[in-house]
């Protein structure tokens, strides 16, 4: 487990698993309607119980395994959150599609009220990683937490302002208004500066992981390198022609919405 490789691996099998549970989960809460989506945030309690408690106890274990424990921990407190926000749960006050005349600041208010309420709850975790892992030996579950939380930002402004490829097949049905708040685009000034970004932010990670002086540092930097690796990914989906979608649907059943043309984004 003290193989960088093993480490990066490991990032990817979690990153391409994960996200497939997430979006399994809420496409059969969609199917089975009523109150399946709030069953799933209450399902996924342990979830959020073990994320917490992960992070508590890795906070002083400078260690390969505390290292490992506080980068599965933040994932998990991550993936909580994640779940609430796509179950309708944990969204924001404007659940109505976009304004087709909002231009500007209107536009940018409405599509920030649909997401608030998560945004304040993932600010407010990563506020409270902060404060608890100040001086911290083991910090990399505040890492973590901050790669995933930096590079989801970047993603959704870029979605804002307009990127080529938009994938809606994947909204559940409490986020269906969500997709309206997109924008096709060819490109947008923040897309270079969020590669060129994520790329540093990769090679300072692989940097610090060959020059570490211990194995649990070594290995929570070729987990920080692994993890914005694949942020970068993402955001290349965001215009290269590559059938990425193909990666999760598989495992997944069809949307009752497939054929809703209120799925598409406005242009």
């Given at each position: 487990?003290t193989?960088?490789w093993?480490?990066?691996?490991?990032?990817?099998f979690?990153?391409?698993?994960?996200?497939g549970a997430?979006?399994?989960r809420?496409r059969?809460?969609?199917?089975a309607?009523g109150?399946?989506?709030?069953?799933s945030?209450?399902l996924?309690l342990?979830?959020?119980?073990?994320?917490?408690?992960?992070?508590?106890?890795?906070?002083?274990?400078a260690?390969?395994?505390?290292?490992?424990?506080?980068f599965?921990?933040a994932?998990?407190?991550w993936g909580?959150?994640?779940?609430?926000?796509?179950s309708?749960?944990?969204t924001?006050p404007?659940?109505?599609?976009?304004?087709?005349?909002?231009?500007?600041?209107?536009?940018f208010?409405?599509?920030t009220?649909?997401?608030?309420?998560?945004?304040?709850?993932?600010?407010?975790?990563l506020?409270?990683?902060?404060?608890?892992?100040?001086?911290?030996?083991?910090?990399?579950?505040?890492?973590?937490f901050?790669?995933?939380?930096f590079?989801?930002?970047?993603?959704?402004?870029?979605?804002?302002?307009?990127?080529p490829?938009?994938h809606?097949e994947?909204?559940?049905?409490?986020l269906?208004?969500l997709?309206?708040?997109?924008r096709?685009?060819?490109?947008?000034?923040l897309?270079?500066?969020s590669?060129?970004?994520?790329?540093?932010?990769?090679?300072c990670w692989?940097e610090?992981?060959?020059?570490?002086p211990?194995?649990?540092?070594?290995i929570?930097?070729?987990?920080l390198?692994?993890?914005t690796a694949l942020a970068?990914?993402?955001?290349?989906?965001m215009?290269?022609?590559?059938p990425?979608?193909?990666l999760?649907?598989?495992?997944l059943?069809?949307s009752?919405?497939?054929?809703?043309p209120?799925?598409?984004p406005r242009?």
């Amino acid at each position: 487990m003290t193989n960088p490789w093993t480490a990066a691996l490991i990032t990817l099998f979690l990153w391409w698993f994960s996200t497939g549970a997430i979006l399994w989960r809420v496409r059969h809460a969609d199917r089975a309607g009523g109150t399946a989506h709030q069953m799933s945030v209450v399902l996924g309690l342990p979830l959020l119980a073990g994320g917490l408690w992960g992070l508590g106890t890795s906070l002083d274990d400078a260690t390969p395994t505390g290292t490992y424990t506080g980068f599965l921990a933040a994932l998990a407190l991550w993936g909580w959150i994640e779940l609430a926000f796509l179950s309708g749960v944990i969204t924001g006050p404007n659940t109505r599609t976009a304004s087709p005349f909002a231009r500007g600041w209107d536009r940018f208010r409405q599509a920030t009220l649909t997401i608030l309420w998560h945004e304040a709850a993932l600010i407010a975790a990563l506020a409270l990683l902060a404060y608890a892992a100040h001086g911290a030996a083991n910090p990399f579950g505040l890492y973590t937490f901050a790669v995933l939380f930096f590079a989801r930002l970047s993603a959704k402004l870029n979605l804002f302002f307009g990127v080529p490829r938009i994938h809606t097949e994947f909204l559940p049905r409490p986020l269906a208004h969500l997709a309206s708040h997109f924008r096709h685009a060819r490109m947008n000034w923040l897309f270079p500066a969020s590669i060129t970004g994520l790329t540093f932010a990769t090679g300072c990670w692989l940097e610090r992981a060959t020059s570490a002086p211990t194995d649990a540092t070594m290995i929570g930097h070729a987990l920080l390198a692994a993890l914005t690796a694949l942020a970068l990914l993402e955001h290349w989906f965001m215009v290269l022609p590559l059938p990425d979608q193909k990666l999760w649907r598989w495992m997944l059943p069809a949307s009752p919405d497939a054929a809703d043309p209120t799925l598409s984004p406005r242009k």
